[in-house]
């Protein structure tokens, strides 16, 4: 099992960039998928984008396309979600998750396994 600690959310103008972390501890990460989630009030929660074990692929929701990079650091137990020209519709509490199964196609929260406690991203405009 493996836990998943989410940091480096806040409050930004639009325009402005964040980098997020998830921090991984109770297994190797090199053992799961992962990927990031985001929920907005009143929103489904929707997939941002996600990795596979290796790192050898990656995939975004068109939402952030360009505007993000996923990314993992295997040796440390991290997982990074940079994100750049961040709009006010990027606001949302952001989750890492992770799962033990291969990378697919697919990517909804079901497909996940376990979460983390998520971090609150506000962009004003």
């Known amino acids: 099992q493996v836990q998943l600690v989410e940091s480096g959310g806040g409050s930004v103008q639009a325009g402005g960039s964040l980098r997020l972390s998830c921090a991984a501890s109770?297994?190797?990460?090199?053992?799961?998928?992962m990927g990031w989630f985001r929920q907005a009030p009143g929103k489904e929660r929707e997939c941002v984008a996600r990795i596979s074990k290796s790192g050898g692929r990656i995939s975004y929701a068109d939402s952030v396309k360009g505007r993000s990079t996923i990314s993992r650091d295997n040796a440390k137990n991290t997982v990074y979600l940079q994100m750049n020209s961040l709009k006010s519709e990027d606001t949302a509490v952001y989750y890492c998750t992770a799962d033990t199964g291969f990378y697919s196609s697919r990517c909804y929260p079901s497909d996940y396994e376990y979460w983390g406690q998520g971090t609150q991203v506000t962009v004003s405009s």
């Open positions: 109770g297994r190797t990460l090199s053992s799961y998928t």
